[in-house]
């Protein structure tokens, strides 16, 4: 083995794995591995600093395709582990230097983890995303006050005044049926987060979005929580999952990094 | 079934919501980098590379950040900064409305009494005037 080498962590869960480890190409192409404490397994891969280490990583994350790519393995392996047991994602590239220093890690957080890894059990993320439907900008719609005495500057201005209003009214409809939708989801939600909306380059839809919302739903509820998403408002709304619970896992001591828990 | 039913509005509506919560979408990226990028636990200490030691500032500003700002421009967070309950845009409002009555009142006396055709250059005249505090409204 040529080169120094560190210890990607993907996800941590409890008991001896249920998957076949195979299957799996991790990131940079890597086989995946476990590393088992006490009640806990963490799946790993070996990375080479050359590619992982803190310096080729600061160029190497400006770089939408390798960003890409190195963030659908890593998804992909947490998808992975999640469908077969209650899962703790980790972030993107949380490289260790060693076995043992991941060790460490599973004995010095054991409780925490077991304790967030019960929160998620038999639950699974759902992502929920609202967006506010445009009104047409030339409203087809005819002057209902516009008579035929009516002068062309009237109607003009009626037509404008109209337009001004249907926006105004599009943007308090949108995020007051956001708020509704949010609070009735998270009313079925074992936990709930919103994330920040996302610009229309991100989301690829035109429509500005409105609600981007994470849930963490019983399996039990995911019939009549997808429902509700579908029924209850005029918003378009689109369902996205089931995710392993991304949202849901900071440990104890962590959730003053997260921005949106507070919300 | 403790779902409330919103009576809301009109039944038009699209979505994409799959049939069964169990149909698996293919994520896009936006929504994968969203979650492993910003989500997921972080562990601080000793370790050999973490995300929190890396420069993340220019994915961050593309990818997450800048939509928050777009959102405000959209007017997406109307409740905190209603343009409609601040003093100076109430009052361009109410002078809105004041000039639109005006405006109506002096059409309706020119086209009383004026021949059709200096009335119609009239009230042109008088639409840009009007088009243009209007502009300011919008803004």
Request: with cysteine; net charge negative.
């Given at each position: 083995m040529t080169g120094e080498h560190g210890v990607y962590l993907y996800a941590v869960t409890r008991?001896?794995?249920?998957?076949?480890?195979?299957?799996l190409t991790g990131v940079a192409s890597r086989p995946v591995r476990v590393i088992e404490e006490g009640e806990l397994t963490a799946y790993v891969s070996d990375v080479p600093l050359t590619e992982f280490g803190e310096e080729p990583l600061r160029r190497s994350m400006e770089d939408l395709a390798w960003l890409e790519e190195t963030a659908r393995a890593h998804h992909r392996i947490v998808e992975a582990v999640a469908r077969s047991a209650p899962t703790a994602p980790v972030r993107l590239?949380?490289?260790?230097?060693d076995d043992a220093q991941v060790r460490e890690l599973l004995r010095e957080r054991h409780s925490d983890f077991l304790t967030v890894l019960a929160r998620v059990a038999d639950r699974r993320e759902w992502g929920v995303k609202a967006y506010a439907v445009q009104v047409p900008a030339q409203p087809a719609a005819p002057e209902?006050?516009?008579?035929?005495?009516?002068?062309p500057g009237r109607a003009y201005l009626q037509r404008r005044r109209t337009a001004l209003r249907g926006r105004e009214e599009m943007w308090r409809t949108a995020a007051a049926q956001a708020e509704k939708l949010h609070d009735a989801l998270t009313g079925i939600a074992a936990a709930s987060t919103r994330h920040r909306v996302q610009d229309p380059k991100l989301s690829g839809r035109e429509e500005p979005m409105v609600l981007n919302g994470a849930y963490l739903v019983d399996s039990a509820r995911e019939r009549e929580f997808a429902a509700l998403a579908r029924d209850m408002t005029d918003l378009e709304v689109e369902i996205t999952g089931p995710w392993a619970p991304y949202s849901f896992t900071a440990l104890p001591g962590e959730a003053a990094h997260d921005d949106s828990v507070a919300r | 079934m403790s779902g409330p039913a919103w009576p809301g509005g009109t039944p038009v509506r699209r979505s994409s919501i799959?049939?069964?919560?169990a149909q698996r979408e293919s994520a896009n990226l936006g929504d994968i980098l969203e979650r492993v990028l910003d989500r997921g636990v972080v562990i601080a200490g000793d370790i050999r590379v973490n995300l929190l030691d890396i420069e993340l500032l220019t994915i961050k500003l593309r990818l997450l950040i800048a939509s928050v700002d777009t959102a405000r421009e959209m007017g997406i967070d109307w409740w905190e900064h209603d343009p409609w309950l601040t003093g100076a845009n109430r009052e361009l409002d109410a002078e809105n409305r004041r000039l639109r009555r005006r405006l109506a009142a002096m059409e309706d006396a020119l086209a009383l009494r004026a021949p059709e055709e200096s009335a119609r250059e009239e009230r042109q005249g008088r639409v840009q005037e009007e088009e243009e505090v209007d502009e300011r409204h919008d803004r």
């Amino acid at each position: 083995m040529t080169g120094e080498h560190g210890v990607y962590l993907y996800a941590v869960t409890r008991g001896a794995p249920r998957l076949c480890l195979d299957d799996l190409t991790g990131v940079a192409s890597r086989p995946v591995r476990v590393i088992e404490e006490g009640e806990l397994t963490a799946y790993v891969s070996d990375v080479p600093l050359t590619e992982f280490g803190e310096e080729p990583l600061r160029r190497s994350m400006e770089d939408l395709a390798w960003l890409e790519e190195t963030a659908r393995a890593h998804h992909r392996i947490v998808e992975a582990v999640a469908r077969s047991a209650p899962t703790a994602p980790v972030r993107l590239v949380t490289v260790y230097h060693d076995d043992a220093q991941v060790r460490e890690l599973l004995r010095e957080r054991h409780s925490d983890f077991l304790t967030v890894l019960a929160r998620v059990a038999d639950r699974r993320e759902w992502g929920v995303k609202a967006y506010a439907v445009q009104v047409p900008a030339q409203p087809a719609a005819p002057e209902p006050e516009t008579g035929p005495g009516t002068s062309p500057g009237r109607a003009y201005l009626q037509r404008r005044r109209t337009a001004l209003r249907g926006r105004e009214e599009m943007w308090r409809t949108a995020a007051a049926q956001a708020e509704k939708l949010h609070d009735a989801l998270t009313g079925i939600a074992a936990a709930s987060t919103r994330h920040r909306v996302q610009d229309p380059k991100l989301s690829g839809r035109e429509e500005p979005m409105v609600l981007n919302g994470a849930y963490l739903v019983d399996s039990a509820r995911e019939r009549e929580f997808a429902a509700l998403a579908r029924d209850m408002t005029d918003l378009e709304v689109e369902i996205t999952g089931p995710w392993a619970p991304y949202s849901f896992t900071a440990l104890p001591g962590e959730a003053a990094h997260d921005d949106s828990v507070a919300r | 079934m403790s779902g409330p039913a919103w009576p809301g509005g009109t039944p038009v509506r699209r979505s994409s919501i799959p049939g069964a919560p169990a149909q698996r979408e293919s994520a896009n990226l936006g929504d994968i980098l969203e979650r492993v990028l910003d989500r997921g636990v972080v562990i601080a200490g000793d370790i050999r590379v973490n995300l929190l030691d890396i420069e993340l500032l220019t994915i961050k500003l593309r990818l997450l950040i800048a939509s928050v700002d777009t959102a405000r421009e959209m007017g997406i967070d109307w409740w905190e900064h209603d343009p409609w309950l601040t003093g100076a845009n109430r009052e361009l409002d109410a002078e809105n409305r004041r000039l639109r009555r005006r405006l109506a009142a002096m059409e309706d006396a020119l086209a009383l009494r004026a021949p059709e055709e200096s009335a119609r250059e009239e009230r042109q005249g008088r639409v840009q005037e009007e088009e243009e505090v209007d502009e300011r409204h919008d803004r």
